[in-house]
């Protein structure tokens, strides 16, 4: 089903994009080659394990590494101490209006914050020798009151986990759209809810892992990381390693012309093309930062003047990735005490973090409370929505991303696809000792959650039934051109609604009515929940600017597209897959844009000497639409290229030359044509040599997705089928009409949404890092975190809708929203199933029981 | 995630075996299948300073029908071989009845019977197929041979019966009666994962009256655990849902099972009741219940 | 392995063993430390490095080997307890020629696994689960897999890989559409 009326039918429909073809990632992957980094032993490689802290909250009063220094196998013992003169502390990266962002080292040397917090790393001959000489660093702890809640954050009186953060409260910031109070003051009813969230983990099959080898005679590094984004991986190294004094780095930044002239030239670069992002940074956000602590000013300035005088920045390479979702984009404390330990002793060092450890600090998500108002006339038109949202980030702010910028996600995404008069939200950010808050797959989803929720909360007041509801207030195609409350712009790709109406169509509503009685005669209880949304994948020119002024800049996106002499296609990236098949999506992309083989074209990815600069990396579902937008613009100017080459050759104009599978030819005269190779070849004969790669035909441009909108949408619609007796929840169906316009490969796109549907059954029914009071984490293996396995995760139907957009590349992102809708969905039918009002997102058994009213609560 | 370092010892005899153990006591511990032993050890939870590999010691891997229809399993019997034995199907059925919710394959594969039941994990479930089925528990020392009854052998969370110079050689299951039925069922927060609780019945009736039960929970106390009050109810009732539920009322009144991360005391007291009911319809569905 | 390993290890406090694996056919002969892990051996001794580790305490089930043909995690195993065995990888699935497995060849055509870290597992509990059951259901797939665990996919199209790779090892080349 496509929007009619749109001039550029689907040039590309008889070619590889649209179909299922086989994954370029497969030969190694399903044969045991692919090489990911714990695969990776060079010679003489020594491990890394570091030492971690038993207690939540507490200051280190001693340690004592002196017998882990002589044990068997050692090489070296660093502390936090000791670390601290090695390496700058994280600084604030994003500071927005009302936030204060700590500043932290890599280990930690005074105080510990949260179970598993590093203060020491053991370096030895394997991992089992530096395990046991870890055992054998002996620190004194002096506990702390420990902050285990979100509850206990917002006490004054709670032990402070940042001494200039004056409390527990890390962020307070409201953001309002329209007059909220008058139309509040005006609307028939008000409706409030609290909703909370417990905490979640990403856990990726893989951990994290950094493999930092030394070139002994340059000292260069090259890091071989399972990182979502390699070249921000770079940057934070080179940044926050190599610590030299100030006047040092800037003599030695002042006597190197080439540096100096780089250094201008960049800036001269940026500047020009970030302007208006520039102009629109307000102070509001350093200037709240500078109020409770000055001495990031002093720790920024040493870091670029750090980054000036600095020859040599690593290389970053990653190739194979076992996944992400999100856990793998922040840089992480032991990338930077892994590069500096390194570095000292001029040595490769590897760290493979054990699931322990990923459990404790590699990345929890989602626990959040959110106190949702709606304001609704009788006849259930929604007027307006205020919010409540207070986010536990943990101990550790995630760095660059955490916390504070997904309140502002969620405060533009709340309204949803629904038309609304006013809307209000107060953003609190808290610090808890805990592990960091990071990014999970959708990071902004507990605004689809809370809100779907409350949808049906306000139905339910008002008689209606969820889907009446939706339907009667959903912005439509009558409603176009219109702009969230929030401001982004809607168009046509905001289809959400035509998703729900097919979704609708396709759940025979009698039929489950009949199931329900039948099954509530055995002992069991149905209920039918939906849930409804949109992402920005890309979003609207405008987005990111409504998420907050200035981060725009950060949506444009490289590549390169270069055919060799030997008439190969490559394609550069600064995308870093990690389970998304970019190998052969982009190849789709390339070889169709080209007119070559799939086989032609090979992706380069990961290697920050070779790929395009690009902090982004994988993530935030911008691979189709910005990262496929850019392989799309620079293969048709290679295309154009090569048939302006190939005129010469067989004389004709080039408006008449088409190229199929490699072969350049007088369109319908295949017969008397030259070869891609054959063309290039020529080309390199004739001296055409690119800058970049030294391939006779390249192109590099950035793509910034602007005038191209994109909005991708889903309705969720599941019908849950609970055990009365046990608790236990199943899913007779599941199932998801998405859109996220055309499709490059349908079984890409179907396992993105199963597995994301996947990832939200896990959270609502199975997955919870638990803490306890004084904030001991209980779920620190897989026999307590659980991921679910193919007996809990039921077949997924998945239907598409394939709105076109007015713009020139409308392939939207499809990587998050399984994981967005699926826990409202469940939720609301459990809701529905029990007659149970339903405020968390975790439901085991117990839970389950209780609601139902069979258990009493303990 | 690396085991600290350990003295590696491979006896071929089960004397050597036993000798040493008799010399390294506490320090050391039998490795049959590993699939505890090996995580706890990964995770430092387990440090000892001998490890005891019986894997070769000849003899210990079988499973022997006796005479009178006993079944003796040995201490190498992998789980995975009692799934698959026509002679446990035949002679003791409950073994057979409880493998599926054994853990995984690959895990059943190497995973040892009489590992499980020494380990006394109580939420596993060949602790409870022993009580309810009452084994004779056969330990081995270089000073004798000791048979202990399954009643004696569970003592208190991962603790048992053994001393640490002992190694559970075998254990000798009843002939099943020709009236007996049984059955093993339980509710685990995922596929494989131990149970929340478990519960493993084992009933001889007469046409339709109970003449003995046995019921064994497990994931419901610090050991599998038998309800003798909720067995006498059912000894002389017929096979009624009534029945079941009066049973199940006691069970979960008389258990006390303990809180965790995955279930509150309140759902696992109502679950053991559930599967009170649930189990023993299993155990009777041949026998025409109403239940 | 370099010498300042084997010396530290020596110095260590426990056993040194020699072990003689055969893996994927070949004889594989190591000598180390008595705690190591037969899935750290694989890796770092033998260099065959496409088992993978995911937990390291016998959940995730990246790690399943076999071990005379039956599956076994081996992160749960120390290599001195399978001294003598015979161990399959993922790398001894295909035949010498490159020919991939059947199970191979249908986890290509379903698009099984997206990240793949956990395929070497699921692709040696799926030729362990077809040698067990040369005709299973849909949902007894499920089962015999619910011991390895997969992030990315939801399952589903594993199940589907696994369900053409019965068809075509059960005589349909084609394996049918996925």
């Known amino acids: 089903m496509t929007a009619p009326g749109h001039p550029q039918a689907r040039e590309n429909r008889s070619g590889l994009v649209g179909q299922s073809v086989r994954r370029v990632e497969d030969d190694r992957l399903l044969t045991g080659a692919g090489v990911f980094v714990a695969d990776r032993n060079p010679d003489g490689v020594l491990h890394a394990v570091f030492v971690r802290s038993p207690l939540a909250h507490a200051r280190i009063t001693s340690i004592d590494v002196a017998a882990a220094r002589r044990a068997p196998g050692v090489v070296a013992v660093i502390t936090g101490a000791e670390m601290a003169e090695m390496t700058h502390p994280f600084p604030p990266f994003l500071m927005l209006p009302g936030l204060y962002t700590p500043l932290f080292h890599a280990l930690s040397a005074d105080k510990v914050r949260l179970v598993g917090d590093p203060v020491a790393v053991v370096i030895a001959e394997s991992r089992y020798l530096a395990e046991d000489a870890a055992d054998l660093v002996d620190v004194d702890y002096e506990p702390l009151p420990t902050v285990a809640s979100i509850a206990e954050a917002l006490s004054p009186t709670s032990e402070p986990l940042w001494a200039k953060a004056g409390g527990n409260v890390m962020m307070d910031h409201t953001d309002t759209f329209g007059d909220v109070d008058a139309v509040f003051a005006a609307a028939d009813r008000v409706i409030t809810e609290r909703f909370d969230c417990p905490r979640q983990s990403n856990q990726p099959m893989e951990t994290r892992g950094s493999l930092v080898e030394v070139d002994a005679a340059t000292g260069h590094l090259t890091i071989h990381n399972a990182t979502q984004s390699s070249h921000l991986l770079r940057w934070a190294v080179a940044a926050l390693t190599g610590k030299q004094r100030t006047t040092t780095a800037l003599k030695r930044f002042i006597t190197n012309k080439q540096r100096r002239r780089a250094f201008f030239a960049g800036a001269k670069q940026f500047v020009g093309t970030n302007r208006d992002g520039l102009k629109e940074q307000d102070n509001a956000g350093p200037l709240a930062q500078l109020k409770k602590d000055r001495s990031f000013l002093g720790h920024m300035n040493k870091i670029a003047v750090g980054l000036l005088g600095k020859d040599d920045y690593p290389t970053v390479k990653a190739q194979d990735i076992g996944g992400g979702f999100g856990s793998k984009g922040p840089v992480a404390r032991e990338d930077i005490a892994l590069a500096a330990a390194a570095t000292s002793l001029g040595r490769s060092v590897k760290w493979i973090e054990d699931r322990t450890e990923n459990l404790m600090d590699g990345g929890q998500a989602r626990e959040e409370s959110l106190t949702v108002s709606i304001a609704v006339d009788s006849d259930g038109t929604f007027r307006a929505m205020r919010v409540d949202l207070i986010i536990d980030q943990g101990a550790y702010p995630g760095f660059p991303i955490g916390a504070p910028l997904i309140t502002k996600m969620m405060k533009v995404m709340f309204p949803g696809a629904y038309r609304w008069d006013a809307f209000e939200i107060r953003s609190r950010v808290v610090a808890t000792n805990k592990g960091r808050y990071i990014p999970y797959r959708g990071p902004w989803a507990n605004e689809t959650w809370a809100r779907e929720r409350m949808i049906d909360v306000v139905a339910d007041a008002l008689g209606m039934t969820p889907a009446e509801i939706r339907l009667h207030n959903m912005i439509g195609a009558d409603d176009l051109p219109t702009s969230m409350v929030t401001g982004p712009s809607i168009d046509e790709t905001m289809s959400t609604k035509q998703t729900l109406e097919r979704a609708l169509e396709l759940i025979d509503m009698d039929q489950f009515e009949r199931d329900r009685v039948a099954a509530a005669a055995s002992g069991r209880r149905l209920g039918l929940g939906i849930a409804c949304y949109h992402e920005a994948a890309p979003g609207p020119p405008e987005f990111w600017d409504c998420i907050h002024p200035g981060t725009g800049m950060l949506t444009p996106e490289e590549a390169h597209t270069t055919v060799e002499a030997d008439g190969s296609v490559l394609v550069y990236t600064q995308q870093m897959p990690h389970g998304q098949s970019h190998e052969t999506t982009y190849a789709q992309v390339a070889a169709d844009e080209l007119g070559v083989r799939i086989d032609d074209v090979t992706i380069v990815s990961g290697d920050t000497d070779r790929t395009p600069f690009g902090f982004a990396g994988t993530g935030g579902s911008r691979g189709g639409p910005i990262g496929a937008g850019a392989v799309r613009t620079t293969a048709r100017e290679v295309r154009r290229q090569l048939i302006e080459s190939a005129a010469g050759m067989l004389e004709a104009s080039p408006d008449d030359i088409e190229i199929v599978d490699g072969n350049i030819h007088v369109a319908g005269v295949p017969a008397r044509g030259v070869t891609v190779a054959e063309v290039a070849r020529r080309a390199a004969d004739d001296g055409a040599s690119g800058d970049l790669h030294g391939a006779p035909f390249e192109v590099a441009d950035v793509y910034n997705g602007a005038g191209d909108g994109g909005w991708s949408v889903a309705t969720h619609v599941c019908i849950v089928d609970i055990d009365l007796g046990t608790g236990l929840v199943t899913f007779p169906r599941y199932l998801v009409v998405e859109d996220c316009g055309p499709i490059i490969h349908p079984a890409v796109v179907d396992g993105q949404v199963r597995g994301g549907v996947a990832q939200g059954i896990g959270a609502v029914l199975y997955e919870r890092t638990t803490y306890d009071e004084d904030a001991n984490l209980q779920a620190a293996t897989y026999m307590d975190y659980l991921v679910p396995t193919a007996m809990e995760i039921p077949e997924i139907e998945v239907h598409h809708l394939e709105t076109l957009s007015p713009g020139e590349n409308d392939f939207r992102g499809v990587g998050e929203g399984g994981m967005v809708g699926a826990p409202a969905a469940i939720t609301n039918a459990i809701e529905h199933a029990l007659g149970a009002r339903v405020t968390t997102q975790y439901l085991p058994p117990t839970k389950i029981l209780e609601l139902a009213g069979v258990i009493v609560p303990g | ?291 | ?178």
């Open chain 2, 1 to 291: 995630m690396k085991p600290a370092p350990f003295t590696y010892h491979r006896p071929e005899t089960l004397d050597d075996a036993l000798d040493l153990l008799a010399t390294h006591g506490d320090d050391a511990k039998v490795l049959a299948g590993g699939q505890s032993l090996i995580p706890l050890m990964a995770l430092r939870m387990g440090r000892p300073g001998h490890v005891v590999d019986i894997g070769r010691i000849a003899g210990l891997d079988s499973i022997t029908v006796g005479a009178d229809g006993d079944v003796t399993i040995g201490a190498l019997v992998r789980h995975e071989q009692t799934r698959t034995s026509t002679d446990v199907a035949t002679h003791a059925p409950l073994i057979a009845t409880a493998m599926p919710w054994v853990a995984h394959r690959a895990i059943r594969s190497r995973g040892t019977v009489l590992g499980s039941i020494a380990h006394g994990d109580p939420a596993a479930e060949m602790p409870a197929v022993v009580l309810a089925t009452e084994p004779t528990l056969i330990a081995r020392s270089s000073s004798g041979v000791r048979e202990i009854a399954a009643a004696d052998f569970f003592h208190g969370y991962l603790d048992t019966a053994l001393r640490a110079d002992e190694i559970l050689t075998e254990v000798r299951f009843p002939a099943w009666s020709p009236n007996a039925v049984g059955a093993v069922v339980e509710v685990a927060r995922r596929h494989g994962d131990y149970a929340l609780v478990g519960m493993a019945a084992m009933l001889t009736v007469d046409g339709d009256t109970i003449s003995s039960a046995a019921l064994a929970y497990f994931g419901a106390a610090s050991t599998a655990i038998r309800v003798p009050d909720a067995e006498q109810a059912l000894v002389g009732a017929t096979v009624s849902a009534d029945t079941f539920d009066a049973a199940a009322a006691i069970v979960s009144a008389e258990l006390s099972p303990p809180p965790d991360i995955h279930a509150s005391a309140a759902y696992r007291r109502h679950l053991a009741g559930v599967l009170t009911v649930r189990g023993l319809s299993a155990a009777t569905a041949e026998i025409g219940a109403d239940a």
């Open chain 3, 1 to 178: 392995m370099t010498a300042d390993r084997l010396a530290a290890e020596e110095s260590a406090g426990g056993s040194i063993v020699d072990v003689a694996l055969t893996v994927n056919g070949r004889s594989a002969p190591v000598r180390v430390e008595a705690r190591r892990t037969l899935s750290d051996v694989l890796r770092e001794d033998v260099g065959l490095t496409g088992t993978h580790l995911g937990c390291e305490h016998g959940v995730c089930g990246a790690c399943t080997v076999l071990i005379d043909g039956q599956p076994a995690r081996s992160c749960l195993l120390l290599a001195a307890q399978v001294d003598g065995a015979e161990i399959t990888t993922i790398e001894g699935l295909a035949e010498p020629d490159g020919t991939l497995h059947p199970i191979q060849q249908a986890m290509m055509q379903a698009h099984g696994f997206q990240c793949a870290f956990c395929a070497p597992g699921f692709l040696m509990s799926a030729v362990a689960l077809l040698a067990d059951n040369p005709q299973p259901t849909r949902s007894e797939i499920r089962e015999e897999l619910a011991g390895n665990l997969c992030r990315c996919t939801g399952y589903q199209s594993i199940v589907d890989g696994v369900e053409i790779a019965v068809r075509r090892m059960n005589g349909d080349s084609s394996g049918g559409s996925s």
